[in-house]
Antibody, heavy 119, light 111 residues
Framework: QVTLKESGPGILQPSQTLSLTCSFS??????????VGWIRQPSGKGLEWLAH???????YYNPALKSRLTISKDTSNNQVFLKIASVVTADTATYYC???????????WGQGTTLTVSS | DIVLTQSPASLAVSLGQRATISCRAS??????????MHWYQQKPGQPPKLLIK???NLESGVPARFSGSGSGTDFTLNIHPVEEEDTATYYC?????????FGGGTKLEIK
């Protein structure tokens, strides 16, 4: 059974760094073709892909945010991390992690973690 | 970036009838073999759920009343017959190139 769960700080002040963790089970990022990605959704709005990391450590970032994003993984502990530097109020959103398997679509999603950026 | 334009933004369909949602890409997302377009359903308070991959391939466990079609720049999600539980927002997503982008969403209401 594949599950993913996001965790994060809940609230940050502008200019701080957001650190998100995706803890997953039911698959391994040591398996060829596996990937985990991050997607966010401001309340009442649409979805925005942020980044994803493959089993071989290839990383892809949304160019609009690339300078602020860092994705990494801990394969042994089944975790993927995303850092967003210098957060602003526009980063207020629900952040999801999701699995990608070989194909370029998200087949399993976590429930999301909410971030509010406010001074 | 490839822009995905969904239409309509919202629609209301009577129970048992057909819902048709369109997704138009700003450039082709298809080869002769594959179309890199996928569809998701999102209910309030829940994460998106994969419905259709590669334009027309039904994800395992998704009811057969959902179907996808299209190629190149024009894609369609059909739901027939619609059921009460299909009330949700539907998104298309391409994976042709980086950045992957999503359509703006179509909110479906069942009358």
């Amino acid at each position: 059974q594949v599950t993913l769960k996001e965790s994060g700080p809940g609230i940050l002040q502008p200019s701080q760094t957001l650190s998100l963790t995706c803890s997953f089970s039911g698959f391994s990022l040591s398996t060829s073709g596996m990937s985990v990605g991050w997607i966010r959704q401001p309340s009442g709005k649409g979805l925005e892909w942020l980044a994803h990391i493959w089993w071989n450590d290839d990383k892809y970032y949304n160019p609009a945010l690339k300078s602020r994003l860092t994705i990494s993984k801990d394969t042994s502990n089944n975790q993927v991390f995303l850092k967003i530097a210098s957060v602003v109020t526009a980063d207020t959103a629900t952040y999801y992690c999701a699995r990608i398997t070989g194909g370029n679509y998200f087949d399993y999603w976590g429930q999301g973690t909410t971030l509010t950026v406010s001074s | 970036d490839i822009v995905l334009t969904q239409s309509p933004a919202s629609l209301a369909v009577s129970l048992g009838q057909r819902a048709t949602i369109s997704c138009r890409a700003s450039q082709s997302v298809s080869t002769s073999s594959y179309s890199y377009m996928h569809w998701y359903q999102q209910k309030p308070g829940q994460p998106p759920k994969l419905l259709i991959k590669y334009a027309s391939n039904l994800e395992s466990g998704v009811p057969a009343r959902f179907s996808g079609s299209g190629s190149g720049t024009d894609f369609t999600l059909n739901i027939h017959p619609v059921e009460e539980e299909d009330t949700a927002t539907y998104y298309c997503q391409h994976s042709w190139e980086i950045p992957w982008t999503f359509g703006g969403g179509t909110k479906l209401e069942i009358k």
